[in-house]
């Protein structure tokens, strides 16, 4: 068994439009190991969500590979299994949820199509909903209009449990609801990560979010990831310019918030025109001579597993190598 | 600094329910009011009565009185007809709603729909100052007069955002109401327009209303705080005062559920239960159900009162010198 749970090896994700085509993974790898909480952040755009499709095989590779427990998830039974162990929810609840299913439908749904035994249905069921804090006897019969967005999530979130998998993929999970109903469902999904060592990929724009409940954290932009480690260590002491933009950027709710800064100018570029170089440079306060023209990858910075994709660091990336990735 | 807005007792009715239960709001000239809450206090309904741009059905009673500067007699709004309050309307208040990027004309030019604003509000005003006017607000709100050519469509959120609030400024208006003009925005964006709201402030003198359930945001941009329950304010006061110290349970609990980069990692205890449906809340303090220190007493309507200067409350037990403890504080804190 390898420590890693699932494992994304340099993926390739393009979609061809009239405006030419959108690089929107353009050669991405991550390791999501078992009972981890990873949390994806960036932009809108910057491919994160379309990174969650590629690893649930909703969507097809250009080229790359991802593999669940060292084996590949191309092919019918190998995506069947991947389903089995590996689950996702979505932002909105109500669009993922058949408006004509009862709750009872929805939670039993994943059990008839894996194939488990008719006997254990109900029980399952009434597990899953216990386990997200939904009392069954209230809620079996109910129909999404019926509940609050709250209420929706956690049934999102018991029909992807119910199988028991050990990987659960969160897309915005909590970013259309109220501040109090959001630190329910996060309260809800942190208990099941704790009890069952359920693997979490959190997707957010939430920096605060991610610091505050993620193991790990890896930062996109265009389609790339630029730079990952302990979330700690990303987001209080983060090397990319991008990551500390980004940081910057996050309103803070304390007396006289983040106080004044400086920000980051322009706008995320199409990735349909995906600068040369570091894709980053036309925004980057730090751009320096080689950056339009040598594209940079993750080296270590500092603590061994702490990576950034930038040129300031690729001279100490040269000594760093010789330590092995991972000690 | 002198006053330039007073909301009194503003109630609005749907039905025999009450959705805005008797808010009072002061604003001086230039200062800038959040107004905070979750889905359903009632904040949007507020901004809508205080522009009397109600949706059918709902009604309002209760003063709202509007000094801009330059105007001689007070503007009494809730004394204004349909027809009296177009005259109001953009020229000395104007809304950046929800979602407004979305609420551009998709088949008129950018230039045209500001230009349009300016016309119906300013009869005498010649097309080359119209044209300048435009030019110049686009500058002002961060956008090249370039692009005042472009259709909607061809522009990002956040652009469409910017003309959402040039067009807001328009006409020059003393007071400006948003209502979470960043929502829809990613991080730098937002930061961005809220740098932008804060320079016109200063630069225009502007007043400025901010809803917003991001009580980040909200301590970014303001100087002071209404947070907001069930149709009425539970707790308001300068801003700094109310993140340091906040004097309602409602608003304690709320600020230990959000996360600040470097303080404390993992999950506060949350706040149980939902908000109550607008118009139909819990006697007593509304907040009663859900609040872990509540007795007996909070049965009682508990009034809004100052608890420490410029600083209220509506708690029977402000002021709150220390909080007890809730449940158990380590969910989710990770090595």
Known sequence: ????????????????????????????????????????VGESGCGKSTLARAMMGLQSLEGGQVSIDGAKTTGRSARGELRRRVQMIFQDPYQTLNPRHRVKEIVTEPLVVQGVAR????????????????????????????????????????????????GLICDEPVSMLDASVRAQILA???????????????????????????D???????????????????????????????????PVPAPGGGGRRELLKGELPDATQVPPGCR????????????????????????????AACLLFSDAAHAERKVPADA | MSQLLKVEGLRVEHGSKAIVDGVDIKLQRGESLGLAGE??????????????????????????????????EPIRINKRTEAGMQVVRWRHISLVFQGAMNSLDPVQR????????????????????????????????????????????????????????ALALACRPSLVIADEPTTALDVVMQAQVLQLLERLRDELGLALILISHDLGVLAETCDRIAVMYAGRIVETGA??????????????????????????????????????????????????????????????????????????????????????????PTIGVRS
């Open chain 2, 110 to 165: 950018i230039d045209s729909q500001i230009s349009e604003v300016i016309r119906l509000h300013e009869e005498q005003v010649s097309g080359r100052e119209v044209r300048s006017r435009v030019d110049e607000l686009l500058t002002t709100v961060g956008l090249t007069p370039v692009l005042g050519g472009r259709y909607p469509h061809q522009l990002s959120g956040g652009q469409r955002q910017r003309v959402m609030i």
């Open chain 2, 39 to 72: 889905s359903g206090c009632g904040k949007t309904t507020t901004a809508l009565a205080l522009m009397k741009m109600l949706p059918e059905g709902l009604s309002q009673s209760g003063g709202i009185t509007l000094s801009p500067a330059g105007v001689d």
């Open chain 1, 119 to 166: 006997s254990e249905h109900e029980g399952r069921v009434r597990q899953a909903l216990n386990d997200v804090g939904l009392e069954p006897d209230r809620y079996l019969d109910r129909y999404p209009h019926q509940m609050s967005g709250g209420q929706r999530q956690r049934v999102a979130i018991a029909a992807a449990l119910v199988l028991e998998p050990e």
């Open chain 1, 280 to 307: 980053f440079h036309p925004r980057c306060p730090k751009r320096f001579e080689p950056c339009d023209r040598t594209d940079p990858a993750l080296v270590a910075v500092g603590t061994a597993s702490h990576e």
């Open chain 1, 1 to 40: 068994m390898s420590a890693n749970l699932m494992s994304v090896k340099d993926i390739s994700v393009r979609f061809k439009s009239r405006d030419g085509v959108a690089r929107a993974l353009d050669g991405v790898s991550l390791d999501w190991k078992r009972g981890e909480v990873l949390g994806v």
């Open chain 1, 216 to 250: 790990r954290i890896a930062v996109m932009y265009l389609g790339r990831v630029v730079e990952s480690g302990p979330a700690v260590d990303v987001i209080e002491r983060p090397k990319h310019p991008y990551t500390r933009a980004l940081v910057t950027a996050v």
């Open chain 1, 188 to 214: 809800v999904l942190l208990e099941l990560q704790r009890r069952r060592d359920l693997a979490l990929i959190f997707i957010t724009h939430d920096l605060s979010l991610a610091w505050s409940l993620c």
């Open chain 2, 239 to 328: 801003v700094d005062s109310v993140f340091a110290d906040p004097q309602h349970p409602y608003t304690k609990r709320l600020l230990a559920s959000l996360p600040v980069i470097g303080g404390e990692r993992g999950l506060a205890p949350p706040i149980p239960g939902g908000p109550p449906d607008p118009g139909d809340p819990p006697a007593g303090c509304a907040f009663h159900p859900r609040c872990p220190y509540s007795q007996e007493r909070c049965l009682e309507d508990p009034p809004l009162r100052e608890v420490v200067p410029g600083h209220s409350a509506a708690c029977h037990f402000s002021p709150w010198r220390s909080w007890p403890a809730v449940g158990d």
